[in-house]
Structures are given as structure tokens and as C-alpha cells.
């Protein structure tokens, strides 16, 4: 019998895990099968519950999941219990697990697949809901000089800068800003809003770019985001979100067998099927 794993999130149809894990597994040579997962929205522990009856032996949880999913693990990953979000369950010895592998794949993806130290580096992180409180840390780990957490609501980044200060190894590392307050260059820019999603421009200065500059969007699509062609225009080398999915997934995989995965392959696939 093959170990079962699936993604949870509502809805689920366009969620690209299973075609990433099976990739994986074949690679690795694990034997897993990889399901979507539908669960009501108001039924999202009685989901979990199934699925550990039913001899599942972990899952991913995408939106709108994630806080639920931290709040149900009976045990949670330091990184997990910082981002307040959980996208990935391990089902075992009676536990379920949380752990958040997002900020993670982002690191890996701009570390190893763009090729860009975070170590020493001005690190401007646009947004301050899940996403980016998933990444702060992994971000602290690589000891970048400063993170600048920019909020369309400042409280709300003033709250994550806050939570974060016990985590930073001099004082200032990390601080939170309003948009209109945003000055100087910096060296990466992610733009873990949800602007994107609407098709809009986070209001970030022209003046955060230059050529030495990495503008990340987590956002991943066919086209460039309008906040990828405004960093390109003034003078960044930019990405997009897909090659953090996919890292993400390898981190999960990496977690439930024990083994990593190459992600190359499975990147170069999904960004010819966008
Ligand atoms: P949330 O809803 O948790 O947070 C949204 C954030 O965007 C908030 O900080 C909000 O500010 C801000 N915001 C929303 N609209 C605007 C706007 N028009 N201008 C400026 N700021 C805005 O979303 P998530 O954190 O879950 O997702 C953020 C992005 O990250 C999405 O594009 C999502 O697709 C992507 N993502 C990608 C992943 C990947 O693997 N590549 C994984 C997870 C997320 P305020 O606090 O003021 O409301």
C-alpha cells in the first residue's frame, strides 16, 4: 500500500501540489500517492480527523486553512508557531504536526535558485499577513542587516516587527513602516501583498530598485505581475512566486520521507504549463 498524502484547502481544484509531489516521489523512488482534498469551510478539523482514520500520513493545507491548521496541530515547528500558519501536516504516533515550509522555499529560491546571499542584505518585505509572517523567519536565520516590514496597515506590521524583535540578533533588525514611508534602495524586495492578485501596484517608491536590486513577487503567472515590470523598469532582476511554491513542496516532501527532492525539473514544467 502506498503511503497516502493530499492537499486540503477550499477551493482546491487549482492548487498545483499534485503535480508536483508525484514528480518528487518518482524522482526519490517513494511510494505515495498524492490526492486534492476539498474540505468544507467550516469543516476543516472533521477533514483532518477523516483523513487520520483513513491512514493519511500527512497533508499540505492551502487557503483559507492555514491559521486553522496551527491552531488544530497538537505539535508545532518553531517556525510554524512564529508564522501563526501552517501549510504542512504530519500525521504520526497519534500527533498531528504543523510545520510552515513557505518562507523556507523562498529562501531556497532566492538563495540557491537565484543565486542572491541574504546575509548582509536590506531586506524590504511589502505585506504583513500570512505570507510574510511565514518568511520573517527563515529570512532572520540567512542574517540579513535589516528586514523592513511596509504595511498598508501599519499597526499590522508594527505587530509583526514586534513579535519578531526577541528573534533578531541586534536591535533594529527588524521594524515596520507605512507605505509612505519607504526610503532608500534596498537590495531584496518582496512583495508579499496581495496587490497582485487584483491585477494592482503596491504603492513601493521607484527609489527601492536599482540593478543590484532582487524584486521578488510570490505571486506566479503566465505574465509578470504590474509589480515585477515596475521593479524591471527601474533596473531589477526579478522573479516570481512559483519557484518559492515549488520549494515549499520539496521542504514538505523533504519533512514527511525523509529524502530531498531535485526541483528543477518540476519547475521548468509547471512555468511551461502556466
Ligand atoms: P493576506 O490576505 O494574508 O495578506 C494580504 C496583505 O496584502 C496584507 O498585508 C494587506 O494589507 C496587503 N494588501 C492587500 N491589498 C493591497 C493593496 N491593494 N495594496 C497594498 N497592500 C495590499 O494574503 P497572503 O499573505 O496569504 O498572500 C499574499 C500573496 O502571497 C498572494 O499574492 C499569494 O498568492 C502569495 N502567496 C504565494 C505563495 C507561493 O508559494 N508562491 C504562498 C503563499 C502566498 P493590510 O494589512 O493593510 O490589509
Known amino acids: 500500500m502506498s503511503d497516502k498524502y493530499c492537499v486540503i484547502g477550499n477551493p482546491i481544484a487549482h492548487s498545483k501540489s499534485p503535480e508536483i509531489h508525484p514528480v518528487f516521489a518518482a524522482e526519490t523512488g517513494q511510494d505515495i500517492v498524492y490526492e486534492r482534498c476539498l474540505a468544507p469551510v467550516d469543516g476543516f478539523l472533521d477533514t483532518v480527523r477523516q483523513l487520520v482514520a483513513d491512514g493519511y500520513r500527512g ?18 515547528s518553531e517556525r510554524g508557531r512564529l508564522a501563526g500558519a501552517v501549510n504542512t501536516l504530519v500525521f504520526e504516533n497519534g500527533e498531528i504536526v504543523g510545520d510552515n515550509t513557505d518562507g523556507a522555499g523562498l529562501v531556497t529560491d ?17 505585506g504583513a499577513g500570512g505570507a510574510a509572517r511565514g518568511v ?4 532572520l536565520e540567512q542574517g540579513p542587516a535589516a528586514i523592513v516590514i511596509a504595511n498598508r496597515t501599519r499597526a499590522t506590521a ?9 528573534h533578531a540578533a541586534q536591535a533594529g533588525q527588524v521594524s515596520a513602516i507605512g507605505f509612505d514611508e519607504i526610503a532608500g534602495r534596498f537590495d531584496v524586495v518582496v512583495n508579499a501583498t496581495s496587490a497582485s492578485l487584483a491585477g494592482d501596484l503596491p504603492p513601493v517608491p521607484a527609489s527601492s530598485f536599482g540593478p543590484d536590486t532582487l524584486a521578488v513577487d510570490l505571486m506566479y503567472g503566465k505574465e509578470p505581475t504590474p509589480f515585477m515590470e515596475f521593479a524591471a523598469l527601474h533596473g531589477a532582476q526579478v522573479r516570481d512566486g512559483l519557484g518559492m511554491l515549488v520549494e515549499q513542496a520539496a521542504e514538505a516532501f523533504t519533512i514527511w520521507r525523509g529524502v530531498r527532492p531535485g526541483t528543477t525539473a518540476v519547475l521548468v514544467a509547471l512555468r511551461d504549463k502556466l
Open 59 to 76: 497533508a499540505n493545507v492551502t487557503v483559507p486553512f492555514k491559521l486553522e491548521a496551527a491552531a488544530i496541530a497538537t505539535r508545532l
Open 136 to 139: 520573517i523567519l527563515p529570512f
Open 158 to 166: 508594527e505587530a509583526l516587527a514586534a513579535q519578531f524583535a526577541a
Open 110 to 126: 532566492i538563495v540557491r535558485n537565484a543565486g542572491v546571499s541574504l546575509a548582509g542584505k536590506r531586506i524590504l518585505l511589502l
